[in-house]
């Protein structure tokens, strides 16, 4: 079997939103929509503060709280593992937007919800997602989790600490955070909708 | 007359894919790739998004274009896809020694820089008062007369140097250097120097003898401990930065950042100095006591390849960390902690020159500091360490002899190509107009003292300007006294991509059509490997737009200086060019766009590795010393913001860069505008709350706002900070006119570097008021 995941090494990411730019660009995405955002968490007081940026996209998970809500099955998950929404069967009812754990769909301008895809129209193209494909800083990592040679795979297993948001929720997100100090430690509600970047 | 260039491009297909898993039949799916036909399978045949455009990378029919990215000065190489005339996406080159394969936000987003609703469409000549932004449009052929007529009457009355030509970007060769030179006029200046990077590019030559250049020589792939000092890697998204100091720490390099500010860099550090403003070479100081008071410095290496080591040692003797402590405000212990950090680890280990340093006026004699450090711990000329920089062989296109030499430095400067000892005059045996030698030593152009000679005509009269891509309102500061000269000179021709700021002040406005659209000079990079780089068109230029090529020569055919300008074309130029290399266009293309050379980066690699006056890295500088300037660096207090105030700092966000990306569509969205961050203590002790709009004025009363505060732990209580390039007064720029405030606005001082006439621009402060002052 193939399980396409992602794992993004926390201590790396520097917060550009190169990934963010990629993904719009990619992917088309009109003004105003995004399927990544960045999350900047600053914890402590001036001068011990630890500051951690978190990209936030659909984690794309095993056990998707977004699939079985869909009352057309318009969002269905592949052989492989990614979690996709067939926009002619969409009729933007919301009730994935609201099932999903993470904030991570929105409803596009015309009308159906979209959200990451892990870039799957370049699956036979042999390239990497778009946003994996630009980070400058080599923060991000794509491939088959069940085979252990994978890039993917390999991160992980090299990881001094892996994390995946929100655990407790049973969804088995396919996108790991590597070698982070805040991430999970964290209880804030995600936001509703995809927004871009925070900082500056 | 040639018309603009006709795009050149390069077929390529995308790899094969798996065959299709169902039968492909309708037409509109020709040509579609198996991965294209095998995605369509998914959703079936009348699946929306994937037939009414299908993915750029699924189809065959892509063209690929090398060109060089000008979103920041920094030169990526990049792939620009097309598909049917239209811009699909761009990637890093992966040959490209820059970008190797990967792009920033600003670089991603260059479509939407392109398809900017808002950009300059056809000339404009100037109907209202200046300043009031009233034009009209005009055909080439009019407004390139009108200049043409405008810069000859000048060069009657006053000679050619009263012209001055200012430019930024990457197409400033053209009218900073060529055209400028082929003119005659002396006073040709880009930003980049002495508002930016000259005191580095100074203080490395009178240490080492050698230019940092356009790509600063840290030899990241084997260091194994750096320090940043005010360089904000992540928010400056230099693209191989962000790579190189990623890698880097992954690898376990150690990183100490010395800044006001928790940057982003700051927060990946293992030390973070949250240092005084304005201490740093206290700082630096007390770090050269500790490496030669506890033996943590190269002394074989500093034996053989440096001069005035006892009296260095000597005049660090006192400066220990508890004599810094109370200066730089820093923990003593923390300031031992990080000189051991780098010391431990020479020489793979590297005090980094910074990009923007222009801070205090002091700033060349705080980068020989930094210098000084470096050779401590051994870091030139060896691996891991600090890497000499060659610049690759190539012949200019081959012209009479210039009478001036052109602007040189600059963050895009071919380190080979710094000024002489000669200084640059006219053919009216007039020297630059901006005080080298009388109120700096050397350098350079400094461009913001051709500023005054246009309102005062002192030492002799500037009348005319030509502004290549440069917001003068936003790069330059005290922008009230670039708006005075605005108004006195008898021509000012601007000449850009969007309707900046200062567009309302020009007589002529020429609309040039952006980087790709247009063909450019080649890039010789100054680099470990020496390369050499060509932008070319992806499509030809929208609207009624020209390249700077163009607009540069057909302006020099009007001038009488037909003889600089024999070429017709820009591909003419560029092969005749790479010709010297053994190379031309068309094998260029064929080659990735990029030829890169061998290069000599380490000691064993040059016969002279330090060419300065003693042949010796000069720890003591004899050049200065002969001056009258201070021959080792000293820790000089700078004036202290007046009470109540905060000092004024400034720098960038990853998505935008200077005051040029605001308008871009995709990137204004991700950040509007910017915010004045306060310390979070600060702000409850002033009742501050999260987004309060605020009014910024500082200590001559100019003002700016409304802002928003962002209050925060991650900067000090004493000063302030905002990203640079917001508060546009441009009504042209429908995104970006009025959002955020303009840290140039509030930069109504500077202090004159003495050594390398940089503009220290850090002495400004702040107070803030919560209603508009009156």
């Known amino acids: 079997m193939t399980r396409y995941a992602m794992a993004v090494d926390v201590d790396r990411c520097l917060g550009c939103e190169a990934c963010l730019v990629a993904c719009s660009v990619e992917n088309r995405l009109p003004l105003g929509s995004h399927r990544l955002r960045i999350r900047e968490t600053a914890t402590g007081a001036f001068p011990d503060v630890t500051v951690e940026f978190r990209v936030e996209q659909c984690f794309h998970c095993a056990e998707a709280p977004c699939v079985g809500v869909c009352p057309t099955g318009a969002t269905f998950k592949t052989d492989d593992g990614i979690v996709l929404v067939d926009p002619d069967r969409c009729t933007g009812c919301k009730a994935c937007v609201t099932a999903c754990p993470y904030g991570m769909r929105y409803v596009h301008p015309r009308g159906y919800v979209d959200k990451c895809t892990f870039c799957e129209h370049r699956r036979g193209t042999g390239r990497d997602p778009a946003c994996v494909e630009t980070c400058p800083a080599g923060a991000r990592v794509f491939g088959d989790l069940d085979d252990p040679d994978s890039p993917v795979s390999e991160a992980i297993a090299a990881a001094d600490r892996v994390d995946v948001l929100f655990p407790n929720t049973d969804a088995e997100p396919s996108l790991f955070y590597l070698n982070a100090r805040l991430v999970n430690t964290l209880a804030e509600t995600a936001p509703a909708t995809v927004t871009g970047g925070e900082h500056g | 007359m040639p018309e603009a260039d006709a795009p050149t491009r390069i077929e390529v297909s995308p790899p094969p894919g798996p065959p299709p898993r169902v039968g492909i039949t309708r037409r509109s799916f020709l040509g579609l790739s198996a991965a294209a036909a095998a995605a369509m399978a998914v959703f079936g045949r009348t699946a929306r998004a994937a037939i009414d455009r299908l993915p750029w990378i699924q189809r065959t029919d892509v063209v690929t274009t090398h060109s060089v990215c000008d979103m920041c000065p920094w030169r990526c190489g990049i792939l620009v896809h097309s598909v049917d005339g239209r811009i699909v996406k761009i990637d890093g080159n992966p040959a490209d020694p820059k970008s190797r394969g990967h792009l920033c936000a600003r670089g991603q987003a260059g479509i939407s820089f392109l398809e900017d609703p808002d950009r300059l469409r056809t000339p404009l000549i100037r109907t209202g008062e200046r300043g009031e932004g009233r034009f009209r449009e005009a055909s080439w052929e009019e407004a390139l007369d009108r200049i043409a007529s405008g810069m000859l009457d000048i060069a009657e009355r006053h000679g050619p140097e009263a012209i001055a030509f200012l430019g930024h970007t990457s197409g400033d060769t053209w009218f900073v250097e060529y055209l400028a030179q082929a003119w005659g006029s002396p006073n040709a200046a880009k930003p980049s120097s002495s508002l930016c990077t000259s005191p580095r590019e100074e203080a490395a030559l009178l240490t080492v003898g050698r230019a940092i250049g356009g790509h600063e020589p840290v030899d990241w792939e084997g260091v194994e401990a750096i320090a940043l000092i005010g360089s904000h890697v992540g928010e400056d998204a230099r693209n191989t930065l962000m790579q190189d100091f990623s890698s880097a720490r992954a690898r376990g390099a150690k990183v100490v950042v010395v800044d006001p500010r928790l940057s982003t860099a700051a927060s990946k550090a293992?030390?973070?100095?949250?240092?005084?403003?304005?201490?740093?070479?206290?700082?630096?100081?007390?770090?050269?006591?500790?490496?030669?008071?506890?033996?943590?410095?190269?002394?074989?290496?500093?034996?053989?390849?440096?001069?005035?080591?006892?009296?260095?040692?000597?005049?660090?003797?006192?400066?220990?960390?508890?004599?810094?402590?109370?200066?730089?405000?820093?923990?003593?212990?923390?300031?031992?902690?990080?000189?051991?950090?780098?010391?431990?680890?020479?020489?793979?280990?590297?005090?980094?020159?910074?990009?923007?340093?222009?801070?205090?006026?002091?700033?060349?004699?705080?980068?020989?500091?930094?210098?000084?450090?470096?050779?401590?711990?051994?870091?030139?000329?060896?691996?891991?360490?600090?890497?000499?920089?060659?610049?690759?062989?190539?012949?200019?296109?081959?012209?009479?002899?210039?009478?001036?030499?052109?602007?040189?430095?600059?963050?895009?400067?071919?380190?080979?190509?710094?000024?002489?000892?000669?200084?640059?005059?006219?053919?009216?045996?007039?020297?630059?107009?901006?005080?080298?030698?009388?109120?700096?030593?050397?350098?350079?152009?400094?461009?913001?003292?051709?500023?005054?000679?246009?309102?005062?005509?002192?030492?002799?009269?500037?009348?005319?300007?030509?502004?290549?891509?440069?917001?003068?309102?936003?790069?330059?500061?005290?922008?009230?006294?670039?708006?005075?000269?605005?108004?006195?000179?008898?021509?000012?021709?601007?000449?850009?991509?969007?309707?900046?700021?200062?567009?309302a002040w020009a007589d002529v406005v020429l609309p040039e059509a952006t980087y790709l659209e247009r063909h450019d000079d080649l890039w010789a990079v100054g680099h470990k490997t020496p390369y050499i780089a060509m932008r070319e068109p992806a499509i030809p230029p929208m609207y009624d737009t020209k390249p700077g090529w163009w607009i540069a020569r057909e302006l020099g055919l009007r001038l009488g200086l037909e003889r600089w300008f024999r070429w017709e074309t820009a591909e003419e130029y560029l092969d005749r060019r790479l010709i010297s290399i053994g190379s031309s266009l068309d094998r260029m293309r064929e080659e990735g766009g990029i030829a890169v050379q061998d290069g000599a980066p380490y000691l064993g690699d040059v016969d002279t590795p330090f060419p300065t006056p003693t042949g010796t890295i000069e720890l003591v500088s004899t050049t200065l010393g002969e001056a009258g300037h201070a021959p080792l660096p000293r820790y000089e207090p700078i004036e202290e913001p007046p009470a109540g105030h905060y000092r004024l700092l400034y720098g960038r966000h990853p998505a935008h860069t200077f005051a040029k990306t605001q308008n871009t569509p995709v990137l204004h969205e991700l950040f509007p505008e910017n915010a004045v961050w306060l310390n979070a203590t600060e702000a409850a002790r002033l009742g501050f709350h999260q987004r309060q709009e605020v009014w910024l004025e500082n200590q001559d009363g100019a003002v700016q706002g409304p802002v928003a505060v962002r209050t925060t732990e991650r900067i000090r209580p004493d000063c302030v900070f905002m990203v640079h390039g917001y508060g546009h007064r441009a009504p042209g720029m429908t995104r970006a006119d009025g959002r955020g405030a303009s840290d140039t606005a509030l930069q109504t001082r500077y202090v004159l570097d003495p050594i390398c006439g940089g503009a220290g621009m850090r002495v400004n402060s702040v107070r803030i008021h919560t209603e508009a002052p009156a």
Request: hydrophobic share 40%.
């Open chain 2, 270 to 503: 293992d030390l973070w100095l949250p240092i005084k403003p304005g201490t740093d070479t206290a700082l630096l100081l007390a770090w050269m006591n500790v490496l030669i008071t506890e033996g943590r410095y190269d002394a074989e290496y500093l034996d053989r390849y440096a001069s005035g080591f006892d009296e260095l040692a000597a005049h660090v003797a006192d400066t220990t960390p508890e004599w810094a402590a109370p200066i730089t405000d820093l923990d003593p212990g923390l300031i031992r902690e990080s000189a051991r950090m780098l010391g431990d680890r020479r020489p793979r280990s590297v005090v980094v020159p910074g990009r923007h340093v222009t801070w205090y006026g002091n700033d060349t004699q705080r980068m020989r500091a930094v210098y000084i450090v470096d050779a401590l711990l051994g870091a030139w000329g060896r691996e891991g360490g600090l890497y000499f920089n060659a610049s690759p062989y190539l012949e200019p296109y081959p012209h009479p002899a210039f009478t001036v030499a052109g602007s040189a430095g600059g963050c895009s400067a071919d380190p080979g190509a710094e000024e002489s000892d000669e200084l640059p005059a006219g053919p009216t045996g007039k020297h630059r107009a901006d005080g080298v030698r009388e109120t700096f030593l050397r350098g350079p152009t400094a461009l913001q003292e051709l500023v005054p000679p246009m309102i005062t005509g002192d030492p002799y009269p500037i009348t005319g300007l030509v502004a290549y891509g440069i917001n003068l309102l936003h790069s330059i500061p005290d922008p009230e006294r670039t708006r005075e000269a605005l108004r006195r000179l008898d021509l000012v021709v601007a000449i850009d991509v969007l309707p900046q700021d200062h567009i």
